[in-house]
Each structure stands twice: as C-alpha cells, then as structure tokens.
C-alpha cells in the first residue's frame, strides 16, 4: 500500500502481488508497480487525489476504482479478458482489453459502466481500447463533458453493446432523462438512440454496433459540427 513518498528501490517481486494507493495526496506509480506483465494481479485506487501511471501497466486481477480517478497519461492500462473492475470513479486515458472475448459477456474497461459487450457472430476484434477524455469533442461542444475513443484491434462482421458512463455534473445542460449516444464518423456526429439507460448509476448504451470510433453522450435535438467547419444538424444512424 503507498499512501505517498516514493521508494528508493525496486522491491522484489514474487509470482504475484496486489497493489493499494491510498490517501489524498496525488501520486505517480513508481517501482511499486512491476514491470513483468503477469505479476500485478488487483490494483486498488483508494486514493482521492488520483493517481497516474509512470509505465505501461497489466492488471491482472481486480482494478478497484474507489476513490480518485486513475490517469494513465501517456501510457496503456491493460487488462486480459479474465480481468475485472470495480468501484465508482474512472481510469481516464487509454484502457486496453485483450481477447479472446466471449459472447455475451461485458468487458469493462475502467469503470464498470464503461464496457463492451459482443454478440455472437462475426470474428471479433483482437484486442480492444478505450480512451476517455473528461472534456467535450472540440466538435461538439454541447454534448456531456466526455469523450469517448473506441478503437478495434481487428476482426469483422462483428456487433456488440456499447455501454458508457457519465457523471452529474457532466451533464453540461442535456436533460438525462433523454440522453443517447452519438457516434463521429469523421464528418458528422451521427445520432445512436440508447436501447438502455440507468440516471442511478449514470449510463446510457447502444445495442447493435457495428463501427467503433469517437463516441460523444448527449440528448437530442443538438447540432454537433465536424472539426473546421459550420454546424451541422446531426442525423440518425444505426
């Protein structure tokens, strides 16, 4: 457990080991965290100050987001397809799954209301990555104060449920009783209506997607705009 400071030294490491930041003091990963992909099995982020990756990092086990957001900054947190997580607050930045994924099942990806679901058919992606950025797309500056990247590592022919998360405060003026998915396309930002939503554990999804890329949350009407360009009324895609 490290609560803030920093080693000296790296410890020595058995076959696997849990890690716990603590306190509320911002802290950057240090020698705490092994370098060997297979042996950090739960990491627990306890700490509301946050805590940011110095190191491209495997969680093998359990990632507990409990308190403060994990920041992967320039890094990838990644997690195998055995993985888990728990908690309410985020990992802001790149999160990584690796396949194979199995059908029907929700992969997390931070959050626990940041996931993936695929449906049976197709051949799925490799691997999968998410990218959360706490802002709005430059692009469309009334949607929730969020921005998603969905990046396919990969497979074809493929569909799943998209699941992703958002705060209160986030809201930046949409009615949550409303909100749906929106997807960039690299023109427009194309309208997806939610097929599920909780305004308890703050969430909206979309069944049936077939392209990941940007991902925005907001509610309709709204009038996103492509990068450089006039605005323009969205349209409904499926």
């Known amino acids: 457990s490290r609560a803030a400071g920093s080693l000296s030294s790296t410890p020595t490491f058995g076959t696997s080991v849990n890690v716990k930041y603590t306190g509320s003091t911002p802290v950057t990963t240090g020698p705490e965290l092994p370098t060997a ?18 190191q491209n990092q495997t969680a093998n086990g359990n990632l507990a987001l409990n308190s403060g957001d994990l920041d992967t900054g320039a890094f990838t947190l990644t997690m195998p397809n055995t ?22 099942t929700a992969y997390s990806f931070g959050n626990p209301f940041v996931s993936i679901n695929f449906a049976s058919g197709g051949t799925q992606p490799s691997d999968m990555t998410i990218n959360l950025v706490k ?7 009334s949607a929730a ?11 074809s022919g493929y ?38 939503a909780d305004t308890i554990d703050n969430w909206v999804e979309r069944s049936g997607v077939t392209q990941f890329s940007p991902w925005a949350i907001a509610s309709p009407p709204a009038t996103p705009s492509p990068p450089d360009s006039t605005t323009r009324t969205p349209s409904a895609s499926t």
Not at 38 to 50: C, E, K, P, R
Not at 84 to 91: K, L
Not at 135 to 141: A, D
Request: aromatic share 8%; glycine share 10%; net charge negative.
């Open 37 to 54: 992909t297979s042996v950090l099995s739960n990491l627990t982020i306890n700490n509301s100050g946050g805590v940011t990756l110095s």
């Open 83 to 104: 993985a888990t997580s728990s908690g309410i607050t985020d990992a802001v930045g790149n999160v990584k799954r690796t396949g194979p994924f199995t059908a029907g």
């Open 135 to 141: 802002s709005v797309p430059p692009s469309y500056p």
């Open 145 to 155: 104060t969020r921005t998603y990247t969905v990046t396919p590592n990969g497979g």
């Open 159 to 196: 569909t799943a449920t998209l699941r992703l998360h958002y705060l209160d405060f986030e809201l930046n003026g949409n009615p949550e009783a409303s909100l749906d998915l929106w997807r960039y396309d690299g023109a427009q930002w194309l309208q997806q209506p939610s097929t599920a």
